[in-house]
């Protein structure tokens, strides 16, 4: 009895430990990075015209900041953002931006304005556009060197 215990213990480890390694390998299909071109040159435009209009005025138009507000581009971005999620970056922008109307914009807009600073970052644009899907946007790492 104690050898078909152990039989039994023995295949459902080995199930489990199967069972791990295929969703490791499902997680990191599905795991982008910002180097992937997950945003559009036109998303990217059309942010440009946002921040200008809400966050030009504190972060200033070339994003360098105004020594208050924080510059968004160069080594302050990476080391803000670097391998924390797009998603991670968007909730805390629509949270605390714009400065008095946090949450004031549109999901499309706020993602808008995320593809302008990530294309301000050198990141590459692509085909497809940052969707406002939170789920994808947190499985988006930003990382500062292309892999």
Not at 12 to 21: E, F
Not at 67 to 82: K, M, N, V, Y
Not at 126 to 137: A, H, I, N, S
Request: charged share 20%.
């Amino acid at each position: 009895m104690i050898a078909r215990r152990n039989g039994t213990i023995g295949a459902a480890a080995a199930l489990l430990v199967l069972a791990g390694i295929f969703s490791a390998n499902v997680a990191a299909q599905d795991t982008k990075s910002t180097w992937d071109g997950i945003f559009t040159a036109e998303q990217a435009e059309r942010g440009e015209a946002t921040y200008n209009q809400e966050c030009a005025q504190c972060h200033l138009e070339d994003l360098l900041g105004d020594g208050i507000a924080p510059s968004l581009i160069g080594a302050p971005f990476h080391f803000r953002w670097s391998e924390l999620s797009v998603g991670d970056m968007l909730v805390a922008i629509r949270t605390t931006m714009p400065q008095g109307a946090p949450a004031s914009l549109s999901p499309r807009a706020y993602v808008d304005i995320v593809a302008y600073m990530l294309s301000r970052n050198d990141f590459p644009a692509g085909d497809m556009e940052l969707p406002t899907d939170q789920d994808v946007l947190e499985s988006i790492i930003i990382q500062e060197d292309a892999p």
